[in-house]
């Protein structure tokens, strides 16, 4: 009888959890007129990088994506104004391709 007046007790203390969206929560807004470099290809031996914005802000962080995608050693293979096709339309990008320098 006492297991059942305690089991009592705990229930009317106890609530059920709060239901837990199943939707994530949107990612912040990135501010791309102060320069990002965002991973347009990665693999393990280099990757390519799109420069928008500001573009000195932006190769400071293509900078720190390409240090830590090949462990601080990489090499700027080619860098500049490419023009791609998106939708249909003409559209020039700043890229910069990259290889990771591997110690032998």
């Given at each position: 009888?006492r297991?059942?007046?305690?089991a009592?007790?705990?229930g009317?203390?106890?609530?059920?959890?709060?239901p837990?969206?199943?939707?994530a929560?949107?990612?912040?807004?990135?501010d791309?007129?102060?320069?990002?470099?965002r991973i347009?290809?990665q693999?393990p031996?280099?990757g390519?990088?799109?420069l928008?914005?500001?573009?000195h802000r932006?190769?400071a962080?293509a900078?720190?994506v390409?240090?830590?995608?090949?462990?601080?050693?990489?090499?700027?293979?080619?860098e500049?104004?490419e023009?791609?096709t998106i939708?249909?339309?003409?559209?020039?990008?700043w890229?910069?391709?990259?290889?990771?320098v591997r110690?032998?």
């Amino acid at each position: 009888m006492r297991s059942l007046a305690l089991a009592g007790a705990l229930g009317a203390c106890w609530s059920a959890p709060a239901p837990v969206s199943a939707v994530a929560p949107a990612p912040a807004p990135r501010d791309v007129a102060a320069g990002d470099a965002r991973i347009l290809s990665q693999s393990p031996l280099g990757g390519v990088l799109v420069l928008d914005g500001d573009r000195h802000r932006a190769r400071a962080r293509a900078e720190v994506v390409m240090e830590g995608h090949c462990a601080g050693l990489y090499t700027i293979v080619q860098e500049g104004e490419e023009t791609v096709t998106i939708d249909e339309r003409p559209v020039t990008q700043w890229r910069v391709h990259y290889v990771c320098v591997r110690d032998t």
